[in-house]
């Protein structure tokens, strides 16, 4: 314990000596305790120096800046230390004290930017090494002075657009300052001692944010500024340090120069029949960045190019505009064309308002409207146009086929036609002097089914075959080929022109049945019958139907259905079977085809709108109808039948064979053939049972005979 035995005297007479030393900048640390007039043993209270130590001052020479001290020294023999950074650790022995006295000194200058506070611990020992006190807790605290001077950063350039209002942030600067922060030794305020080139075009804050202080900047004019700034601590007030910067500042470009051409008009020429070359280029002048969207000129023809002869287009690497002639003009159509021209940038003028983006481009000057003095003003921007006159240049015109579709009529009739005369003469026209061109050959250019034939010097064309109207080649009757002019000079100029061989119909054909066969089911009396003719009008239809009644089994009518085609109508009642019918059909001529035309109506009944043709093809199931039925019933009574004609024939005696009466040559036939029998119908026999040479038949023989005659029915019935 810290000593306790002073006398009131005594502690008034130490306080007033401790308080002496405080203001002397010394830090004592004591261990005081008392109670009234009469002290005891307390535990112990470390006091920290109230008044921290400044760096950068020299403490070495005082005798102490603070002091420990046990109550326990009067008696016993104490040693004092400190142990923490700044005593036995780096950096060392900053501070030491007597181990006797406890007093605490200095050994150097103070440095807060190092170490702004040193916390130490100080013990008490006794002389054998065994601890006397529990560590005391020793704080010093070092006070800042204004040592450093501000230091600014490596800072990248900032950028403005030009013509930026005033007021716009361009950029931020920043310093710092190695002393105490939260004190005006720290707090930097900034200043702009220069701005290279001169102008005062910016302005910076205390807090460092540049800003734009004059709105006439112009990328044109400077493109870059340096600003020396200075940054002063204490915030700026006198005595403060303070330290220099350059900051550069690029200006951007925005669109604020149109494009203008280095002429204020133009003229060029252009040869006839001509296309797709390059008619000129013209330069562009642009005070904006080379290179860039508000460089890039964009042009249009706003007048003069209402048929599509030109087109123009921007060479970007030198930003010149190439007018192109993309469609032949023709000399004697046109002798002179005059454009109107404007040129723009590839984004819109920059208004000083927003920022723009995408591309306003018009073409052919859609959208605009011309004002005077050689203005054109589209999307509320006005531009000076540039007239170019362009002068078409007369060229050797040559040969060209007129007309272009020359039409050829001929016959198919072979009585009309002969393949060894011309037919037509196809020459070409010199477009110079509008008569037939010279030095000059023809050919065939297509020619699909090798109809004809051209002389290559005169034209003459010859068929080389009959023409037929009902060839696949034709088109609505016509044929169409092609036939080709060449100059005899070089380069050599070509010409095409168009034959179109109408073939004129010849009735070369007859009309015909479409069907030979036609099905008519009962109860209906009436089938329709359709002819056809290749001939076309007017040597086919409409048709005329008559009926020959020689070769015509039955009674029929005709009657008029359409143009190719005739109601067959039955007059009479119609059984089951097959009716052929013959016809003369005639075309509108009256040509009728050499033979008759036949068909063969089947009758039949049909039953569930199944067709005559049908029921042959028709499967059906294991069922028999009302028919087969009775023809199974008929089948056992022959059966029976059958079977008592033999009873009959086998009853009675013996007896030999009896010569007929009569010659039966002439009625016994051969029936073993495969062919169908000749007739079927059996006639009623009535055979007596005498005849005439007074042999008497018996019964038994008579039941053989007509066992005989019964075979005979179902034999040809089979067949």
């Not at 060229?395 to 001929?410: C, H, M, R």
């Not at 019958?529 to 009644?549: C, M, Q």
């Not at 029929?556 to 085609?565: G, K, L, P, R």
């Not at 008579?702 to 089979?718: E, Q, Y």
Request: glycine residues 8%.
């Amino acid at each position: 314990m810290l000593d306790a035995s002073l006398s009131s005297r005594d502690y008034a007479s130490t306080w007033g000596k401790i308080q002496k030393t405080l203001c002397e900048n010394v830090a004592v640390v004591l261990v005081i305790a008392s109670s009234g007039h009469n002290l005891v043993r307390k535990k112990r209270e470390w006091i920290i120096p109230p008044k921290p130590l400044k760096e950068n001052v020299d403490y070495t020479r005082k005798e102490f800046i603070a002091k420990i001290r046990s109550d326990l020294k009067e008696t016993k023999g104490l040693q004092y230390s400190l142990e923490g950074i700044g005593a036995n650790k780096y950096p060392f022995n900053v501070f030491v004290v007597d181990p006797h006295t406890g007093f605490i000194r200095v050994t150097r200058q103070l440095d807060r930017e190092e170490i702004d506070a040193y916390n130490l611990s100080g013990i008490a020992t006794y002389t054998n090494g065994g601890q006397a006190e529990k560590q005391i807790d020793v704080r010093i605290k070092v006070i800042d002075e204004n040592d450093n001077a501000p230091v600014f950063a490596v800072m990248e350039a900032g950028e403005v657009n030009e013509l930026s209002p005033r007021g716009t942030s361009v950029m931020k600067v920043t310093a710092t300052d190695a002393d105490e922060p939260g004190n005006k030794n720290s707090q930097i305020a900034y200043s702009i001692v220069d701005q290279q080139p001169p102008g005062d075009m910016f302005s910076i804050s205390k807090d460092g944010i540049v800003r734009v202080k004059s709105s006439a900047l112009d990328r044109e004019t400077a493109d870059q500024y340096t600003l020396t700034v200075k940054g002063q601590d204490l915030n700026g007030e006198p005595g403060g340090h303070s330290a220099t910067s350059t900051v550069v500042i690029n200006v951007q470009d925005v669109n604020d120069n149109l494009p203008t051409l280095e002429k204020v008009e133009y003229e060029g020429s252009i040869e006839e029949n001509t296309e797709g070359v390059e008619v000129m280029r013209i330069s562009t002048e642009d005070l904006d960045l080379e290179a860039s969207e508000n460089w890039e000129a964009v042009f249009d023809i706003v007048r003069g190019n209402e048929a599509g002869y030109f087109s123009i287009k921007t060479d970007t690497a030198t930003n010149e505009g190439i007018l192109m002639l993309d469609k032949a003009v023709d000399y004697e159509d046109v002798k002179n064309l005059d454009l109107g021209l404007i040129v723009k940038n590839k984004v819109p003028q920059y208004d000083g308002s927003t920022e723009f983006s995408g591309i306003d481009i018009g073409l052919g000057g859609s959208g605009g409207t011309f004002g005077t003095s050689g203005t054109f003003t589209q999307g509320g921007t006005t531009y000076k146009t540039y007239p170019i006159k362009i002068n078409v240049k007369n060229q050797p015109e040559g040969p060209s086929f007129d007309p272009k579709v020359k039409a050829i009529p001929v016959s198919e009739e072979r009585s009309s036609v002969n393949i060894n005369e011309v037919i037509t003469r196809y020459t070409a026209i010199d477009g110079d002097t509008g008569k037939v061109a010279e030095n000059v050959r023809y050919a065939k250019g297509s020619d699909p089914d090798n109809w004809f034939t051209i002389d290559p010097k005169t034209a003459d064309i010859k068929l080389n075959k009959m023409p037929d109207r009902e060839s696949p080649y034709l088109i609505n009757g016509t044929y169409y080929a092609k036939v080709l002019c060449f100059t005899e000079d070089m380069p050599a100029k070509t010409a095409t022109g168009t034959i179109a061989i109408q073939v004129e119909d010849f009735n070369d054909h007859c009309p015909t049945l479409t069907s030979q066969i036609q099905t008519l089911c009962i109860p209906d009396d009436a089938v329709i019958v359709n002819a056809k003719d290749e001939d076309f009008f007017p040597n086919g239809s409409p048709f005329t139907f008559e009926i020959i009644p020689e070769g015509t089994q039955g009674k029929w009518q005709v009657e008029h259905y359409n143009d190719t085609a005739a109601i067959l109508r039955a007059k009479e009642t119609l059984w089951p079977g097959l009716y052929e019918v013959t016809f003369v059909v005639k075309d509108q001529q009256g040509q009728a085809c050499p033979e008759p035309e036949k068909v063969t109506v089947q009758v039949c009944t049909c039953d569930e709108g199944e067709m005559c043709g049908d029921r042959g093809n028709t499967k059906k199931g294991a069922e028999l109808g009302p028919a087969g039925i009775g023809l199974l019933f008929l089948g056992l009574l022959l059966l029976l039948l059958f079977l008592l004609l033999l009873l009959f024939c086998g009853c009675g005696e013996a007896a030999g064979f009896t010569e007929m009466p009569w010659d039966t040559k002439s009625h016994l036939i051969n029936y073993r053939t495969e062919g169908q029998g000749e007739n079927t119908e059996v006639p009623l026999l009535n055979i007596p049972p005498q005849v005439d040479g007074g042999v008497q038949i018996r019964h038994q023989d008579l039941g053989c005979i007509w066992t005989i005659l019964l075979f005979k029915v179902i034999a040809s019935a089979g067949r």
